[in-house]
């Protein structure tokens, strides 16, 4: 099922300006995290805000939650040619035991030098 | 050691054949994870082990069989496979102690193409 929608699907900026992604959810969850993923690559973990918090800042990301509109936002500041790559947000649902995680259709972002 | 490790990186394989993914991790992880993704698409749960009992199966086909030996390794078994089957498959893992902080550390990934 599918839990996470992101706009844009594709970004495409200029080296130095600031990158928005956003996702949108459905259902309740524990908290929400953010991903890269380099072309063809693993996923590296970026950030995960719970969901009792409302922002949360991590060197040039920011993020924010708002579980009343089931929704989350992802800032790059400054991006950086490296910053190109695939964003995912995932939403961490309720369940008993082990961790299910639901991951949006992602947005591809370049950086142009 | 913060890394998770798959074997082999890229595989092809027939309908017919038998093969195996391989996924290490030597971070005292006790929750792993197998995945499954497309081309521009988001990485698909399939299982999910916590402390080497399987406890998620998404529907998976029986054709995808998985087995956690031990809290270290994880291998995700292929039998007679489909072309649709091709994808990227990755494994990750997690403390598997704590939901409210839980983050997952990805492999890789194994290339598969089914001919």
């Known amino acids: 099922s599918q839990q996470g929608e992101e706009d844009p699907q594709a970004l495409s900026i200029q080296e130095g300006e600031n990158a928005t992604m956003n996702c949108s959810y459905k259902?309740?969850?524990?908290?929400l995290q953010w991903y890269r993923q380099n072309s063809g690559r693993g996923l590296v973990h970026l950030i995960l805000?719970?969901?009792?918090?409302r922002e949360k800042h991590s060197g040039r990301l920011r993020v924010t939650l708002d579980t009343s509109k089931k929704s989350s936002s992802l800032l790059i500041t400054a991006s950086r040619a490296a910053d190109t790559a695939s964003y995912f947000c995932?939403?961490?649902?309720?369940?008993?035991?082990?961790?299910?995680?639901?991951f949006g259709q992602g947005t591809r972002l370049t950086i142009n030098p | 050691d913060t890394e998770v490790t798959q074997t082999p990186k890229h595989l092809v394989m027939g309908m017919t054949n038998k093969k195996s993914l391989k996924c290490e991790q030597h971070?005292?992880?006790?929750?792993m994870y197998w995945y499954k993704q497309k081309a521009k698409k988001p990485p698909e749960l399939m299982f999910v082990?916590?402390?080497?009992?399987?406890?998620i199966n998404e529907s998976v086909p029986s054709r995808f069989s998985p087995e956690c030996p031990n809290s270290s390794l994880l291998n995700l078994h292929l039998h007679a496979l489909q072309p649709e089957d091709s994808a990227l498959y990755l494994c990750?893992?997690?403390?598997?102690?704590?939901?409210?902080?839980?983050?997952?550390?990805f492999g890789p990934g194994t290339r598969l193409l089914v001919l």
């Open positions: 990750a893992s997690s403390r598997g102690i704590g939901r409210l902080q839980e983050t997952q550390y």
């Open positions: 259902t309740s969850i524990n908290n």
């Open positions: 805000i719970r969901s009792n918090e």
């Open positions: 995932a939403t961490d649902l309720p369940s008993e035991g082990a961790q299910k995680l639901v």
């Open positions: 971070m005292g992880h006790r929750a």
């Open positions: 082990y916590s402390y080497e009992k399987l406890s």
